[in-house]
């Protein structure tokens, strides 16, 4: 099993619709789980922290489940500009272990 | 003001060839690292240092050698590129005991 695996998409969806991903990780002693999003032909950049009690910041809302190993992120009202790939990483233990990124869900919004 | 800046942003080189890439960070961040992402998107760490220091060497050919000459530098030097090697080349950064990456704008390598 990958460490942190997720449907590589791509998701097509309308304007305003509301879209849910999925991924999950292999590691249960993980400790630190995120959303980076990545532009097409950018670097990753960090969307947001995952905390167990889940977690909004306006239209994105993101949760971990630790029993089943699962993160989410829900992006509700989609924008185009919400059109990238969204990258579940995790971090394995606390301090200077690496994060492990999965390989990224696409979005794209169309008009 | 960029965070983590890296040069070049685009290299075409010949297999066989030495090349290297260039990383600086201006966020006093203690932590730095180099990324692989493949022409499949998977981005896997290649090397961290902290505060100059080789913290972590995933499993990376020889070839591939860091340089450090301060915790606001971190050098990625390549021996003998092969076709294998082209991708793109992301330095970050963090703080210590803070587990957020801001990454610089990616070097991308192409060997032919």
């Known amino acids: 099993r990958k460490e942190v695996e997720q449907d590589p998409g791509p998701f097509n969806v309308p304007e305003g619709a509301t879209v849910a991903f999925n991924c999950t990780y292999s590691n249960s002693a993980s400790q630190s789980f995120f959303w980076y999003r990545q532009d097409c032909r950018k670097e990753p950049k960090l969307l947001m922290s995952v905390y167990s009690s889940g977690n909004e910041d306006g239209r994105f809302t993101a949760q971990l489940n630790r029993a089943s190993q699962y993160i989410s992120l829900l992006i509700r009202d989609s924008k185009l500009s919400d059109s990238a790939t969204y990258l579940c990483v995790v971090s394995p233990l606390l301090g200077n272990t690496p994060l492990v990124f999965g390989k990224g869900t696409r979005l794209s919004v169309i008009a | 003001d960029t965070a983590v800046s890296q040069t070049p942003k685009y290299l075409v080189t010949q297999m066989g060839n030495d090349k290297s890439i260039k990383c600086e960070q201006n966020?006093?961040?203690?932590?730095m690292y180099w990324y692989k992402q493949d022409s499949k998107k998977f981005l896997k760490i290649m090397f961290s240092?902290?505060?100059?220091?080789?913290?972590i060497n995933e499993t990376v050919p020889n070839r591939f050698s860091p340089k450090s000459p301060d915790k606001a530098h971190l050098n990625l030097h390549i021996n003998s590129l092969e076709l294998g090697d082209s991708a793109v080349y992301f330095c970050?950064?963090?703080?210590?005991?803070?587990?957020?990456?801001?990454f610089g704008a990616g070097s991308r390598l192409t060997v032919l």
């Open positions: 966020l006093g961040h203690d932590t």
């Open positions: 970050a950064s963090s703080q210590v005991g803070e587990d957020v990456l801001t």
């Open positions: 240092y902290n505060n100059k220091e080789l913290i």
